[in-house]
């Protein structure tokens, strides 16, 4: 298997981009990538691109066809392929075009995400995210995906000693990343006070509990380490690769306030990089809502079971903790463009590798890691890079 | 929902019916083919279920999807069957009322309505027991 390094990353304004369609966000992701990595685009061997639901939010499948041709590459014939795992799907597309380079099939390729989910009514998106659970036996009874990630936010305040305002914190310390990064959706900071006046979701949820509604893309270029500094100085080395799976529904998991998948992807990952906790300098994690980010970071091992809202309130993961934890602002305050997520955490990780993360830069990081989560916890991605 | 997809699950929404492991013993809910554990050596059979249980966790929601807005607040809860299995369903009572821990039994209940003129779908909720 061949080392894999990021050569070139490229990512969009996230927000509610009515000007933009979805072949808009992802050519401006593309075009910001390949001009990163001084490339052409007739160099790239292949594409996988993370979506998910491009179907229900603007009625077109046969993604990867579309934007290899308004890529311009489609009298290229370059091989283009979508990948979809809900939430997840970046993350798994990042995956696939790892896999493609380690392999020796292909040399350069791009791994991007996109989804433009303002095309349609907010009743419609929330109805069509809910297909990342069992439409049958959750949505049909009318689960939503607010309300699935409340029940786990019940059983864990029942078990373990999280306060509701040590969850707020969660958002507070997001938005106050979000405003100190360029492309977030929400460039606002906030208070426990916020997130506890706004509107109820699901109960113990409030709006500032939850990710946004998002429009964006975001792309990365992957080649073999040997050839990476034919492209760019700072190439960044693709330590790990893992996913792993649970069950679709929230009812069947063997424990609610615990994503397996995360646990397993996170064990593998370090594993598969030869390093500790101790060595990671900083996490993108998958908060699609606070008590997500409370089961990551004690999924992934950062801190014990039970112990996530003290961690939180005592600062450690904030940009000068222990571990920084979603230094771009998180899915809550950069946003959640779903499928572009997974590739998002790639873009921040690899400019804060690179010393280029500005007013949100973790002085000298050298190892970062990215989780993405599809569904409630049925599918999760967890990537590990350095500095090459 | 297509009325398809919704009438070839009726007897397990309207009554419950799931399916059980003669191998093993697991009973399944929402019904399986298919026994996780025993796999090809698992024998699938019917099973009824007696339709109560206690409820594991809990969210009250306010903001739903289209088809269920004018229900809000309501009660969603993972419910804990007494064969084993849990499943989610809406709980019939007020926000207030329901709890971790708290015993339920099913009810046949009205659940969404497929846009004005479409198929009723019925299910099952669950009702505090006395």
Known sequence: MRDVAVIGAGCTTFGEKWSSSFRDLFVEAGALALEDA?????????????NMSAGRFIEQEHIGALIADYAGLATHHMPSTRVEA????????FRQAVIAVASGMEDIVVAAGVEKMTDVEPGASTDTLTGAADREWEGFVGATFPGLYAMIATDYMHRYPLTREQLALVAVKNHYNGARNPIAQFQQEITIDTVLKSPMVAEPLRLFDCSPITDGAAAVIVAPLERAREFTDTPIKVLASAQASDTITLHD???????????VAGKWALKMARCTH??????EVHDCFSIAEIC??????FCKKGEAGKFTADGETALNGTIPVNTSGGLKACGHPVGATGIKQVFEVVQQLRGEAGKRQIDGAKIGMTHNVGGTGATVAVHIFGRA | MSVARFWRKIPHRYNMLGTK??????HFFPPRSFCPDCRRS???ADYKFAGTGTVVTYTVIHTASEQFEKLTPYVLAIVELDEGPRMTAQVVCRPDEVKIGMRVKRAFRRIATDGESGVI??????????
């Not at chain 2, 779908?121 to 006395?130: A, I, L, R, S």
């Open chain 1, 38 to 50: 001084h490339l052409s685009g007739e160099k790239i061997d292949a594409m996988y691109v993370g």
């Open chain 1, 86 to 93: 809900a939430c997840a799907s970046g993350g798994l597309a």
């Open chain 1, 253 to 263: 998991r063997r424990d609610i306030s615990t994503l397996d998948a995360s646990v």
């Open chain 1, 278 to 283: 101790k060595d990671i300098d900083l996490v």
């Open chain 1, 296 to 301: 990551a970071i004690e999924d992934l091992g």
């Open chain 2, 21 to 26: 492991c003669e191998t093993c013993g697991r």
């Open chain 2, 42 to 44: 698992g024998k699938i």
């Open chain 2, 121 to 130: 779908h019925y299910g099952t909720k669950f009702v505090p027991v006395e």
